[in-house]
């Protein structure tokens, strides 16, 4: 067989909401993250978004985290631009209406592909977008890490530290900070500030 190279050529929809879904986590739940603008904000690590965890087989919201988003990724001219969130900053990205719907196209995809999944979504006008489906690579490593941590380390105490120096930051200046989990390799803390 003859395999010829493909370029795929999708038109950008400025979204309202976008976020990305794991199928499974290491528990076997749905985990559903939001944030308001384009999903660059979430993917790049820019915008801390809402975390959302699902019973995978009943639907059950388990817990539902809101971020503090004061800032989105949006279309401009020349590619995207970040903006100021004015309202809503601290309310839910996601309705449970809108929690349902995901789940309902989750568990569609799962099916399809037979394994857990990692999906990329954009809604605009209440409307779903799915616009990337893979499989969820660091699963099995997840799970592999949690079995692997000794009952001492989960009790230990970790520490981390960081400097930062706002001596030249102008006033407008916000910064996220990433750390990683010292208990599980797979996991950050994220920290935002704002001057």
Known sequence: QIVKPAVLIQEMINVDKAGVIFSRNKYG?????????????TVSGIITPDTVEVETTSGEIIEYS???????????????????????A??????????????????????????????????????????????ITTLEDAVQAKTDITPALEEKEAKQMAAISFEDMPAESEILLNMANPLQQDEAIHVYLKK
Do not use: C, F
Request: aromatic fraction near 6%.
């Open 66 to 88: 809101v971020a503090d988003k004061y800032s989105k990724i949006v279309a401009a001219a020349n590619g995207t631009s970040q903006e100021v969130v004015t309202e809503g």
């Open 90 to 135: 601290k309310d839910r990205v996601l309705s449970a209406e809108a929690v349902k719907t995901l789940m309902d196209i989750v568990n569609v995809l799962e099916k399809d592909a037979g394994y857990p999944v990692d999906i990329e979504y954009g809604i605009k006008d209440d409307e779903i977008y799915i616009l990337q489906r893979r499989p």
């Open 29 to 41: 739940n749905t985990i559903i993250e939001g944030v308001y603008g384009l999903g660059e904000g």
